[in-house]
């Protein structure tokens, strides 16, 4: 009878790690999984390219011609206003992926397997949020190309738009840390999908995005330029050079990049901590 | 000096369900002890609490010589853990859920990789080890989990319910690995539905219900406490009850005449409490065949978890409570208020 193998040579004994570099290992450890599930489900990393694309057709051709931006009712000013809007709204999307991925984790089981491993608490959920950043990074290059094919342009030199789309991955990596939240407190990953979606519905359109918010019913004004959300959206804007940015006095308006920075940073900071208080209790 | 793993006084409750009602387990190092009871029994919350997912509302444990409430990543690096719901990645090969797992114990990527292969080899699954693990079968996506759960050789290792769902063909198999493992040392802590699986492998059993347990000892200790084997025959004909019933008396256990033997008139079926096993049939057989019993079915009848339930607690094993310790239906998941550091 053969004897089940022990240590190759001494060589699987747990080395000490401090504290940060395990965290960092673990994380990539668990990216690196994630994006592999990514490569071989690839339906799933086409379905969230086709949807931003969908959108940028429909709102560019079915709304352009009755969208008022400024004093302009182009629809070749409105596509160019829009895109702003479909980025930031596209990289929210990152929000129902992580969701989803987590509940399924919990769902199969593997998150009780990395709980009773020796791994950094925080790094099932960093790890799931760093592969959805490198998935939006990929859905944003190809919006880019289709939105230069409607007519989009930048304005003011590639520095700006980089740092416009570094802005925009902020804000998507802050969402899926709501994402994993979500994941964490659902019991099915298709309610983690529809409840890391149905939210951001009225957090996108009660915003900048798709409408001057100068237009909107003035109760609704503040609720849009207070928006997390809008804080990004003006920033693009600005950034890229587009029209349609926002007059309003109010203070997320006047120092958009400012206000998108520290929005992403504040959803990071707060849900990230709430997932991983919530990840050391959570049972399948 | 406590063994490898050690519990005393443990409560856990979910909602109105006392999952755990005061467990105490004590498993010397290098034993095999087997927690054998139905679904919803606390089985399944005793090895999460023992392997740090879930808090305790009060008691100690200590594996592997570390209190697990107090350093519970300390006791991570001393234990496997494999589960009844073969958590492995589906979406990877076999090979890259180890490596994953390798690198979790915080391996080298070299170890890792060695460490995987290893285990591939041993576990039969060196051929199927660049497929994803969803197109494993059952049997295999069983035994990549337990390498997985083998990955960092730990001196202690969980697990639940290990063949729940597989093929006899697999079972055996599996079994045959976990012997191999206690061979080599290893402390195992195993639950199972099945007292045959528990009589196989473990040293010692505790049978638990409704989060207690109500009897331990080992396999021969719990057998003659449920009575050992029966003799169960069915004639062919209601009036050859009579006659078949005399006969079956001269072999009861207890001497107790036609009174220990139960009938049960509508199935024409006997059953009688035996000792000396199978060559005793052959006796039974000759001896109804000369009054003229006629028989349909005849067999020797192990005790069965219901069986022990039965003279242990008076009532059958309910099994109703499918996956009541994972999910439970009163409370739910609000009242699950641990939080593990």
Redesign the interface.
């Known amino acids: ?8 040579d001494g ?2 004994a ?2 000490p ?1 401090g504290g940060i570099v ?1 965290s960092v ?2 994380s990539l ?1 668990i990216a ?2 994630n994006l ?2 990514m490569s ?2 690839p339906e799933m990393v086409v379905f969230g390219l086709i949807q931003p694309i969908m959108f940028v057709v429909l709102f560019s051709y079915v709304f352009g011609g009755s969208m008022q931006i400024g004093d302009s009712t182009s629809p070749t000013v409105y596509r160019e206003f829009l895109m702003a809007g479909i980025f930031a709204q596209t990289v929210t999307f990152a929000t129902a992926g992580a969701g989803a991925g987590i509940a399924d984790d919990m769902h ?3 998150i ?8 950094a608490r925080g790094a099932v959920l960093t790890g799931r949020t760093l592969a959805d950043l490198v998935q939006t990074t990929l859905t944003l290059v190809v919006l880019t190309v289709v939105a230069l094919l409607v007519g989009w342009r930048i304005h003011e030199g590639v520095p700006k738009a980089l740092g416009a789309f570094v802005l925009l991955l902020l804000l998507g990596y802050a969402f899926s840390w709501i994402g994993a939240l979500i994941g964490l407190s659902v ?1 099915t990953p298709e309610a983690a999908t529809s409840g890391g979606l149905i939210w951001l519905f009225p957090v996108t359109f009660i915003s900048n995005a798709f409408v001057d918010s100068d237009n909107l019913p003035s109760w609704l004004q503040p609720v849009a330029e207070w928006n997390p959300f809008s804080a990004t959206v003006q920033a693009c804007r600005v950034l890229f050079g587009n029209p349609g940015v926002s007059t309003s006095d109010a203070w997320p308006m006047q120092h958009p990049v400012w206000a998108s920075l520290l929005w992403s940073v504040l959803i990071i900071t707060v849900f990230r901590t709430l997932s991983v ?1 919530k990840y ?2 959570a ?2 | 000096m406590p063994g490898a793993i050690y519990a005393e006084g443990l409560v856990k409750t979910f909602g109105d369900v006392r999952a755990l009602d005061g467990v105490d387990l004590d498993v010397p190092e290098g034993t095999v002890l087997g927690l054998l009871g139905p679904n919803g029994a606390g089985k399944t919350t005793a090895v999460r609490v023992l392997t740090t997912l879930i808090r305790p509302d009060s008691g100690r444990a200590v594996v592997a010589g570390t209190d697990v409430l107090e350093h519970p990543d300390e006791v991570r690096r001393s234990i496997g853990l494999s589960g009844q719901f073969a958590a492995v990645d589906e979406y990877l090969t076999g090979r890259e859920n180890l490596r994953m797992v390798g690198r979790l114990y915080q391996m080298r990527a070299g170890a890792a990789k060695a460490r995987a292969d290893e285990l591939l080899e041993r576990f039969h699954l060196a051929d199927a080890a660049d497929r994803q693990a969803r197109t494993y079968s059952g049997g295999m996506r069983r035994r990549l989990d337990l390498a997985a759960a083998l990955v960092a050789s730990p001196p202690v290792m969980f697990m639940d319910e290990p063949t729940t769902g597989l093929d006899p063909r697999n079972r055996q198999e599996l079994w045959g690995v976990v012997e191999e493992l206690v061979a080599g040392g290893t402390t195992l802590l195993l639950t199972t539905q099945y007292l045959e699986e528990a009589d196989r492998l473990a040293h010692d059993i505790c049978v638990v219900d409704h989060g207690r347990v109500i009897a331990r000892g080992t396999s021969d200790q719990l057998k003659d406490r449920t009575g050992g084997e029966r003799v169960e025959v069915v004639v062919h004909e209601p009036e050859m009850i009579d006659d078949a019933r005399d006969v079956l008396a001269r072999y009861g256990v207890a001497g107790a005449g036609r009174g220990e033997v139960s009938v049960e008139e509508h199935t024409r079926k006997l059953t009688v409490p035996v000792t000396g096993g199978a060559k005793l049939l052959a006796e039974v057989i000759r001896d109804l065949d000369a009054v003229g019993a006629e028989i349909d079915d005849i067999g020797l009848r192990r005790p069965t978890l219901d069986d022990v339930f039965i003279s242990l607690t008076g009532h059958a094993a309910d099994r109703v409570e499918e996956e009541g310790e994972r999910e439970p239906a009163a409370g739910g998941r609000k009242n699950r208020k641990e939080a593990v550091k």
């Open positions: 009878m053969t004897t089940v193998p022990g240590p190759a060589l699987t747990p080395r790690r395990r290992n673990d450890v690196r999984r592999i599930r071989r489900i199969k089981g593997l009780d397997r990395f709980r009773s491993l020796p791994m019991r208080r050391r209790s049972t399948a």
